[in-house]
């Protein structure tokens, strides 16, 4: 716990720090705890020390966790199969990982047949990589063009996950990028469309993410890891 601790302190500082560089503060930036690595007792314990937003990246995991510590705000970063939209939907407060048209439609689809709204963040695979899911940048503007149609999906920003690298300025141009992609088609009026979230930066890059625009950061290792 109070290791715990020290970690949430140790971070905080430093995402004020990042804020600060960016002309912001440390309110403006969510944080979200990834817990994919812990069980619901640790959630529970960083949740007794202030942390409010946790995310999970399957879904199985995620509804278990729900369930443990119902209280805090949870969010899917993971990969989301249609047929699993059905068991998540009115569960969690943001869902970072819309990566393609087809999630798209049945996240809408589910959210008109239970009346509500499916706030999600569309992945954008800024990087190129082939492994990595999220449409490319040039597809953005047609994809939210189209999301105009929607009634219940509300796409509230931007995801990106950067490459893995060891020096952690080879993420910076990622970031740029995408904060770039979200000032720009901010101009532009969409149906159901509101560009305020920018979902970026993890254990590795988080301070790189926030000084380039991020508001939300997603963060395991650096709380839950043993050795960090
Ligand atoms: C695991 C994961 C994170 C957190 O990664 P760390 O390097 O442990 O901070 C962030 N985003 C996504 C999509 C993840 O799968």
């Known amino acids: ?17 990042a804020a600060l560089k960016s002309g912001r503060e440390n309110t403006d930036i ?22 409010r937003n946790f995310g999970e990246n399957r ?24 047929n699993k939209v059905k068991e998540l939907l009115g569960k969690v407060s943001l869902i970072h990982s819309l990566d393609r048209w087809k999630l798209a439609e049945e ?17 954008v ?21 189209s999301a105009g149609q929607f009634s219940s999906l509300r796409i509230q920003g931007f995801m990106t996950i950067a490459p893995m ?5 080879e993420t910076r141009p990622v970031f740029r990028e995408l904060f770039e992609l979200k000032q720009n088609l901010s101009k532009r009026r969409y149906n159901n469309v509101e560009l305020k979230y920018l979902s970026m930066g993890m254990s590795q890059d988080y301070e790189v993410a926030i000084e380039e625009g991020a508001n939300i ?8 890891a043993h050795d960090a």
């Open 107 to 123: 996240l809408d689809r589910r959210g008109k047949m239970a009346g509500i709204e499916v706030p999600a963040l569309l992945q």
């Open 165 to 169: 690298t060891d020096n952690v300025e």
């Open 30 to 51: 969510l944080l979200v705890a990834v817990s994919k690595t812990v069980d619901s007792a640790s959630v529970q314990m960083a949740y007794n020390c202030g942390i």
């Open 1 to 17: 716990m109070d290791n715990l601790k020290q970690k949430i302190q140790y971070l905080n500082r430093r995402i004020e720090k």
């Open 59 to 82: 879904v199985q995991e995620l509804l278990k966790k729900i369930d443990s510590v119902p209280q805090a705000r949870w969010h899917m970063i993971g990969r989301l199969q249609t």
């Open 125 to 145: 695979n800024i990087s190129g990589e082939e492994q990595k899911a999220g449409v490319s940048s040039a597809e953005v503007k047609d994809f939210l063009d």
């Open 217 to 224: 950061i997603r963060v395991g290792s650096a709380l839950f």
